[in-house]
Structures are given as C-alpha cells and as structure tokens.
C-alpha cells in the first residue's frame, strides 16, 4: 500500500515519531515522509493512505509546520472526497482545556472538506506512562489494515 506519513510539529516530536513509522512500515509498504508545511492539501491524491502525526501548540492549536497547510485548507477550501487518511495526536494532559487540540484541528479541517478518517484518532499524552512509539506503530498497523479492507488495496 501507498502511504504518507505527514506531520505536523512544533518541537520535532511529531517529526521523530514520522520517521520511526517510516522506518517500522517501510518492509511492507511503499512510505514517504513529509513535513505539512511542504504540501499543499491540492497535492493529496486518492492513490496514497495518509497517516498524519500532529502535535499542539499554544492554546490547542496547530503546531507551527502545520499552520501553513491549516491556513492553505481555509483559504482554498479543497474537495478532498478523493481522501483517505488517519490521525495521531500528541499532547500533554497537564494542559486539560487544550490537550490534543492541533490533531482535532487537523482532523475536523480535512473531515469539512471531504476526507475521510479511517479509524479513531488516537492520542499520546506525554504526562503519561506509555511513550509515542509504543502507541502509534500499533495503531498505525491497525489502521492500514482497515484501509486496506475499505479501499480494496494490499495491506
């Protein structure tokens, strides 16, 4: 399967969780990596499965390399229907009004224009015991999995 691991970062978690998903999937799957700030919503195509990394920054907003791509979604307001993909949130819940706030963002932004998400957001708390990684290549299988039954495409 065809997938893209974006992410979205303020401090390089998100981007250091990319590449070890890139790393781990790279057997089975064609991957590439790419940094949210250096794509365009127009440039996601309905041949690739994304899965988006995105942490929060601020008062649950999107981190810095995600608010070029956020700000690109409102300003165009692109028909991702063609979209398929699925979102992994970093946060730290000693921040409970806004804790995972940049993953909701994202997600809600790219479900309004037509994509859509495969699977249930899930998201790391940094106050917690389990590191991201533990989490997020289980997930990750998970999710491919169920794209891969929904979209008729190789796990």
Not at 19 to 48: C, F, K, M, R
Not at 128 to 155: F, M, Q, S
Request: charged share 20%.
């Amino acid at each position: 399967m065809k997938l893209a691991i974006l992410y979205g970062t303020e401090t390089g978690n998100a981007e250091m969780l990319a590449e070890d998903l890139q790393s781990a999937l790279e057997a089975d799957h064609e991957v590439s990596v790419a940094n949210l700030s250096d794509i365009a919503p127009e440039d996601l195509d309905g041949d690739t499965f994304y899965l988006v990394v995105c942490s929060t920054y601020g008062d649950g907003e999107l981190p810095a390399s995600a608010q070029p791509f956020g700000a690109a979604l409102d300003a165009g307001d692109p028909d991702l229907s063609h979209v398929h993909f699925a979102i992994f949130g970093l946060g730290d819940s000693a921040y409970p009004d806004t804790f995972n706030g940049g993953s909701a963002v994202l997600a809600a932004a790219l479900a309004q224009r037509g994509a859509t998400m495969i699977g249930d957001r899930v998201t790391h708390d940094a106050s917690g015991p389990d590191l991201a990684e533990d989490l997020a290549l289980p997930w990750a299988e998970a999710v491919i999995a169920e794209a891969a039954t929904r979209l008729g495409a190789a796990a």
